[in-house]
């Protein structure tokens, strides 16, 4: 596995969680909760990127993630530009390298990248120049590490810790990204009991998630659970979505206020966004006691801006002398 680290243990790329140590984890979610202000207190303004060009390229929607990056650069000093692909020359047939290769000529550091391609992040740092660092914003169904961590970091703030946590995550598994980093974000920081709850058909490979049971009856899942994962399906990535039966679902693995009292009475609620309100979950649910969802939100900026400015403090050892 590339190794996503310089040889001084500083952050270079962040494109997946896999291969990071718990202790890693752990200094970017402490990081993270020194930039985090809660909605009316003053946003932190820093300089850690002063002098950093960030470039976000989002070519797959965003409102959450793509906002947030954008937010966290500038909060921290850099300069930022933002690229989508119906508004870049991608739509004339221009490569995804040439784009990067165009923005590095004119002295990019740090590219933030969604792309519905898995394998492009790593494609990408195969053909970069050494002293640029390139961060997934979300990788196909493969990898959202910053999603990961501000899963990780919103759990820790309420439960204090991850080690005997019942952790449920429910919905479409299968295409999730989501679901891939903060169960890995979540298993590395000691949860051992991750439980996967889906019809059949949304569950992953046998081979995916070592260590996770497995459920297809949500109310046999979220028994007793600590923190509920909702996810939304993914039916941009489905091959045949159009058969599929949101009120049918909804019905059947909808998390509504009665299946949420098999729950742990002290359960959080979470949701990655964007949800989609009377499918995966009930608006009584999603803005009830139990939810965390727009703390997830505040938690993604203040992830950003860890991650970025982890990066930052590694690039400075990686730029060309003038
Ligand atoms: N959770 C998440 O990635 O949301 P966006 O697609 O809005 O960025």
Not at 240 to 256: P, V, W
Not at 295 to 315: C, D, P, S, W, Y
Request: no cysteine; aromatic share 4%.
């Amino acid at each position: 596995m590339r190794s996503q680290q310089d040889s001084a243990g500083g952050l270079r790329h962040l494109i997946t969680l896999e291969g990071l140590t718990r202790d890693t984890l752990i200094a970017i979610l402490d990081r993270a909760e020194t930039y985090r202000r809660l909605p009316g207190q003053p946003a932190y303004e820093g300089r850690e990127l002063a002098g950093v060009t960030v470039a976000n390229l989002f070519f797959e929607p965003s409102t959450r993630t793509r906002a947030s990056f954008d937010l966290a650069a500038r909060r921290l000093g850099a300069h930022v530009l933002n690229l989508e692909q119906q508004a870049s020359s991608r739509v004339k047939g221009e490569t995804m390298l040439d784009t990067i290769y165009t923005l590095e000529a004119m002295n990019t550091d740090v590219f933030v990248i969604r792309d519905s391609e898995a394998g492009m992040p790593d494609f990408l740092i195969d053909h970069i120049a050494p002293h640029v660092s390139v961060i997934s914003a979300g990788e196909a169904h493969v990898s959202h590490p910053t999603q990961g961590l501000l899963d990780a970091l919103t759990i820790r703030t309420h439960k204090r810790r991850f080690a005997g946590l019942k952790v449920a995550i429910v919905g479409d598994i299968k295409h999730s990204r989501v679901a891939r980093s903060s169960a890995y974000a979540i298993m590395t920081l000691g949860t051992s009991d991750v439980r996967l709850v889906a019809p059949e058909a949304l569950l992953p490979s046998e081979d995916e998630f070592p260590g996770a049971q497995r459920f297809t009856r949500i109310e046999d899942g979220i028994a007793g659970a600590d923190v509920v994962m909702m996810l939304r399906i993914q039916k941009e990535r489905m091959v045949q979505s159009a058969s599929l039966d949101d009120a049918a679902y909804f019905r059947d693995f909808g998390l509504n206020s009665k299946r949420l009292k098999l729950a742990s009475p002290s359960v959080l609620v979470m949701h990655p966004g964007p949800m989609n309100r009377g499918v995966e979950i009930s608006s009584e649910v999603a803005d009830g006691p139990r939810s965390v969802i727009r703390e997830q939100v505040n938690n993604g900026l203040a992830v950003r801006m860890a991650v970025l400015a982890a990066i930052a403090a590694t690039l400075t050892r990686h730029r060309r002398p003038l």
